[in-house]
């Protein structure tokens, strides 16, 4: 490996990413690979040598807002002072992994692709640009094993992503993600649980379990644990605050719920998308569960933990989508009252078996319905913050407000922001990556105001 840390060291990368935490996690490995080469990590696209786009296309937007700005890169020039005569381009991720080398076709002055399963290669590719190779791919379809003996540089030092399955096997009609990030693995319990501990005894404070569904996890392994045992065992670990994403409401287990009474460590929120509050809509995209047995799940969560923050991910203009569906939909979201709501519009993704649905709404009535829900979200939003005022949260702080640097800004148990002036004498950089009780004092649709305690 020493010529290849030597070609290394002089360089500059650069790591821009799009899509979800699978992929900002892979992030952090990606930087933690190439910053034990030797090659220096630095903040724009213009004083790299090496960038690396990991990509996402779950919707259609997203796909092409990156292959615009990978097309735009022929015209950056490279930074003085490079030792390379031409910018070297890495395109992973998603994109990555559903195009592979057709993106050469598009995109000539791309070095180099790589897909989901194939993080550990990319060293060994770029050192072949670097040695004269031209177009570089490697796609497989499935890892051998779980990449997390690769090194890793997180973004933060107080909270750090642990994926405990990658892949997915849900194949929801719309849902490319099946595709390009395999079948479901699962991570062993005592990998996870060293992971954690590692983190811990690092000084992280907040940990999140990720997984396409997390609540699958295990049913690949010898024994079968359940989700439940990994949250208990990370918990056990002392970690202070414990998250998970995604969660599958088909697969939410009672025993899973319960824990949210039992386990301090688990921070009373829960992201759990519905997609849609209509039955045959849930039915077309093959989500196994109805509007009833969804609501079922919310009124468990309220009885086991009052004041739970609830969130969703939803999906309007479905093929097929007929207004009293949509109706369905908007009944759902102003009932649950969720804290936040990610609302997407459907895109068609070929490949995906809804890509051949029929539907014939027009694009106006869906932009429509899309803004009617956005209304009843941001209203669910501020009254779930208004309850907030008046209480005493712990924030997490992260760092300072982008609008004005006197204010701190972090999260709640409940994952809300919360901005809060920094003290007279304190210093942000003692306070961020510190848990510090804030008296909330003002509640808007997005974000709660208040003064450390
Ligand atoms: N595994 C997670 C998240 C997957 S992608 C889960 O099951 O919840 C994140 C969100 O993108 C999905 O929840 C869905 O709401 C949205 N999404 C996925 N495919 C989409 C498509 N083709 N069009 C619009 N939104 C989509
Ligand atoms: Fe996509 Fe469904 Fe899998 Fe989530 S559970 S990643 S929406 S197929
Ligand atoms: Fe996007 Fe891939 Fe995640 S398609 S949402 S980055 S799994």
């Not at 890169?73 to 195009?99: F, H, T, W, Y």
């Amino acid at each position: 490996m020493n010529g290849t840390t030597s070609s290394f060291m002089d360089l500059t990368f650069h790591v821009q990413t799009f899509g979800c935490q699978m992929n900002k996690h892979d992030s952090e490995r990606v930087t933690g690979m190439l910053e034990s080469l030797g090659s220096s990590c630095v903040e724009t696209i213009e004083d790299a040598d090496v960038v690396v786009f990991m990509t996402c296309c779950v919707r259609e937007a997203a796909d092409v807002r990156l292959l615009g700005q990978v097309a735009s890169m022929k015209n950056v020039p490279l930074r003085k002072g490079s030792p390379l005569e031409k910018r070297i381009i890495a395109v992973g991720g998603c994109i990555g992994q559903r195009d592979g080398d057709k993106l050469f076709g598009e995109l000539p002055h791309l070095d180099v692709v790589f897909g989901t399963n194939n993080l550990a290669s990319l060293p060994g590719m770029l050192k072949g640009v670097l040695e004269g190779d031209r177009h570089v791919v490697e796609t497989l379809e499935e890892s051998e094993s779980f990449p997390t003996d690769l090194p890793i540089t997180r973004e933060n030092s107080w909270a750090a992503w642990l994926p405990i399955t990658i892949g997915c096997n849900n194949f929801c009609t719309y849902c490319i993600v099946p595709y390009v990030r395999g079948r479901e693995k699962s991570r062993t319990l005592e990998d996870i649980v060293d992971e954690a501990k590692r983190y811990v005894s690092a000084g992280v404070k907040e940990i999140t379990l990720l997984g396409q569904n997390v609540n699958s996890y295990g049913r690949d392994l010898y024994g079968k644990p359940r989700f439940a045992d990994v949250l208990e065992a990370v918990a056990d670990t002392g970690i202070e605050r414990l998250r998970f994403a995604t969660s599958h409401p088909k697969d939410l287990t009672d025993e899973v719920i319960a824990k949210f009474g039992t386990l301090d460590a688990l921070m009373p929120a829960l992201h759990l998308p519905a997609q849609s509050g209509s039955d045959s809509i849930l039915k077309a995209m093959h989500r196994s569960y109805t509007v009833e047995h969804y609501l079922g799940l919310i009124e468990k969560l309220r009885d086991v933990k009052p004041g739970i923050s609830l969130s969703t991910d939803i999906i309007v203009g479905f093929p097929g989508e007929t207004e009293q569906d949509f109706m369905g939909t908007y009944r759902l979201v102003e009932e649950v009252g969720y804290s936040q709501v990610f609302t997407f519009i459907y895109s068609k993704r070929e490949g995906t078996p809804a890509a051949s649905y029929f539907d014939d709404t027009p694009r106006e009535v869906i932009q429509e319905r899309f803004d009617r829900l956005r209304e009843v979200v941001e209203r669910g939003a501020y009254d779930f913050n208004q309850a907030q005022k008046g209480h005493v949260v712990d924030v997490l702080i992260e760092g300072a407000s982008k609008k004005d640097s006197r204010i701190a800004t972090g999260h709640s148990p409940e994952n809300i922001n919360v901005h809060a002036p920094i003290p007279e004498g304190a210093v942000l950089e003692d306070l961020v990556g510190k848990i510090v009780p804030v008296k909330i004092e003002e509640a808007r649709t997005w974000y709660l105001r208040g003064t450390m305690v």
